[in-house]
């Protein structure tokens, strides 16, 4: 156990190194052509646990919070079910009044079986809309929200998957008109497809390695205004990643983790007119053209964390994209606490862009509380806890 336990220290100790590595180079240097799509409160990451080692979770190990990465995980959860509401104030350094908020939760019907849920809110503030000779026309709170529901099935002692359902509602200038042009609020229903492969290490609970895989938000494109031909692409999005953990003397667990990310969004491309010629295509044909015009579409999480006797844990991480998508580059830090039934967990992020402090994402914390229902009979670790006799496992 010991000996694991070393090659997870390494592992630990690799990640961090090479996320440096990643923070401080560009993935490809081209133009800048970030990808635009309705929603984009969908792609921010809603729990602490997850922000505090790099903005991944498709391949970490289950929590309250699987809704959102991954919900195959609640299959080899250890409590039979679990609730959890996460804050996020949301660029704070540029303007006051934006958050996120998030509740999820999940229960397992039986070995084979879960169900779980979700609701995300992004409050967008306060925002004056004016006319051309800047008088005061509206004023109005834009806010986005999105309700899932999810299943999730075993397929066999190592593998799941899920199916998430998804209704999206986004708010922005309710229903305000100028020059003609009359907006309204998008809506739109979307699906994920999820898997989810751990292997324990051993019989005696020595750990585990995991990999996980997840198509997110795969729905119709929407329109904010009565131009049917202005509709835009949700962030269907893409996510690979693995897990390694190790555990000594079942009190100290280190895990590694790696997550690739991309947005199956094709790229802008515009001609001679300005138009975006990407525009036209259908969900389907955008999701596979996005393949062959992604330069920079890829980013790159990487990730730590350590606990003590499940009480106390210790995250850091990194991600990175290329500059010609966006450009994001920070590192994360952040913690949990686990006492009885309460959960506790924190995150911070430090850009690590040319801009530094001046980086709207600088200082963005998260805060997230919860609570399990207990341990499931059917978990892994209920189910490892008996002595050997005779050379096999007793309860």
């Not at 800047?134 to 109005?140: A, I, P």
């Not at 809506?187 to 390695?209: E, K, M, P, T, W």
């Not at 280190?254 to 515009?270: D, H, N, Q, R």
Request: aromatic share 12%; glycine share 10%.
């Amino acid at each position: 156990m010991l000996r694991k336990f070393a090659v997870g220290v390494c592992v630990m100790g690799g990640i961090l190194f090479t996320s440096s590595v990643f923070a401080q180079s560009d993935v490809i240097d081209q133009e800048f052509n970030p990808i635009r799509v309705a929603a984009p409160f969908l792609t921010i990451t809603p729990d602490s646990r997850a922000a505090g080692y790099g903005d991944q979770g498709v391949a970490s190990s289950p929590d309250n919070n699987s809704q959102y990465w991954n919900p195959a995980k609640y299959i080899f959860a250890e409590a039979k079910g679990g609730f959890s509401f996460t804050y996020t104030p949301w660029l704070k350094n540029i303007i006051n009044g934006v958050s996120l908020s998030n509740i999820a939760g999940y229960y397992r019907i039986d070995e084979s079986q879960s169900i779980s849920a979700s609701l995300r809110y992004f409050s967008l503030g306060e925002v004056e809309f004016t006319d051309n000779t800047n008088t005061l026309q509206k004023q109005f709170k834009p806010n986005e929200f999105a309700f899932d529901g999810a299943y999730s099935r075993r397929l066999n002692d190592m593998l799941s998957s899920a199916i998430s359902f998804r209704y999206i509602s986004s708010n922005l200038t309710g229903g305000y008109t100028q020059d003609a042009v009359e907006t309204k609020k998008a809506s739109s229903f979307a699906a994920d497809i999820s898997l989810y492969y751990s292997q324990a290490l051993g019989r005696y609970n020595d750990g585990d390695v995991a990999f996980g895989l997840s198509i997110s938000n795969i729905g119709s494109k929407v329109a904010y205004s009565n131009n049917e031909n202005a509709k835009s692409f949700l962030p269907t999005t893409l996510r690979i990643g693995g897990r390694y953990t190790a555990t000594a003397s079942r009190i100290h667990r280190i895990s590694g983790l790696v997550e690739v990310a991309k947005l199956l969004v094709p790229t802008p491309k515009y001609d001679e007119q300005g138009t975006n010629i990407n525009g036209d295509k259908d969900v389907l044909g955008g999701i596979f053209s996005s393949f062959s015009d992604m330069p920079g579409g890829f980013s790159f999480s990487l990730g730590a964390e350590y606990s003590f006797n499940n009480l106390l844990s210790i995250r850091a991480g990194s991600f990175s994209e290329s500059k010609s998508k966006g450009d994001r580059k920070f590192f994360t830090v952040g913690g949990g606490l686990k006492y009885n039934l309460f959960i506790l967990d924190v995150s911070y992020l430090i850009p690590t862009s040319n801009n530094g402090t001046s980086n709207p994402l600088a200082n963005t914390f998260r805060i997230s509380i919860g609570t399990e229902l207990g341990q499931d009979k059917y978990s892994r670790n209920s189910r490892s806890r008996g002595r050997v006799r005779g050379g096999r496992w007793h309860r």
